[in-house]
């Protein structure tokens, strides 16, 4: 079955980095475009970040982009996130989730909880 | 940016019951809307998409209508592991974006 696990979160301080990863099985990865979306503690849903299947596109929202860059290793069925300059504001669950044929999300790991604060 | 707004905020439903749960786009997205279902501690769950279209292995209950700047969300017999929290979503133009989220709760 699809199976998306994320990892890498953690406890950040304001303008620190981290980067998250997420381990996909149970489809073919290579073939699928991919996105990050975060939620905030309580709050609603936001789209964070999307990769085409060979990394040839990727879009941001104006909230991360030039912070944030979204990547993806084939080979090893992994999409990552790098966050840097981060705000109190990026506290969220980071939930990496497939981009269906036309971009809604069928499938959706559990999510890594990343917190930023001094 | 396209805003997507949920009514209502709450929605209070005994079991069994239906439910119907509206969304509304700023601009039309045609078609383009899919729908979620979130429970507490969990990832969401796409439910429809294409606005009426059910994902695998979604019960009947749910359906979707509407396009362009008009949904609906129903639920025509709510089970009891129905109540959660349904957010709709457009991906007709960038950014995607999502709405605030409709709670169906027990009455």
């Known amino acids: 079955q699809v199976q998306l696990v994320e990892s890498g979160g953690g406890l950040v301080k304001p303008g620190g980095s981290l980067r998250l990863s997420c381990a996909a099985s149970g489809f073919t990865f290579s073939d699928s475009y991919m996105t990050w979306i975060r939620q905030a503690p309580g709050k609603g849903l936001e789209w964070v970040s999307y990769?085409?299947?060979?990394?040839?596109?990727?879009n941001y929202p104006d909230s991360v982009k030039g912070r944030f860059t979204i990547s993806r290793d084939n080979a090893q069925n992994s999409l990552y996130l790098q966050m840097n300059g981060l705000r109190a504001e990026d506290t969220a669950v980071y939930y990496c989730?497939?981009?269906?044929?036309?971009?809604?999300?069928?499938?959706w790991g559990l999510g890594t909880l990343v917190t930023v604060s001094s | 940016e396209i805003v997507m707004t949920q009514s209502p905020a709450t929605l209070s439903v005994s079991p069994g019951e239906r439910a119907t749960l509206s969304c509304r786009a700023s601009q039309s997205v045609s078609n383009n809307l899919a729908w979620y279902q979130q429970k507490p501690g969990q990832a969401p769950r796409l439910l429809i998409y294409?606005?009426?279209t059910g994902a695998t292995g979604i019960p009947a209950r749910f359906s979707g209508s509407g396009s362009g700047t008009e949904f609906t969300l129903t639920i025509s017999s709510l089970q009891s592991e129905d109540f959660a929290v349904y957010y709709c979503?457009?991906?007709?133009?960038?950014?995607?974006?999502f709405g605030p989220g409709t709670t169906v709760d027990i009455k």
């Open positions: 294409g606005a009426s």
């Open positions: 989730a497939r981009a269906g044929y036309s971009n809604y999300l069928d499938y």
């Open positions: 979503q457009q991906y007709h133009n960038w950014p995607l974006t």
């Open positions: 990769i085409t299947s060979t990394s040839r596109y990727t």
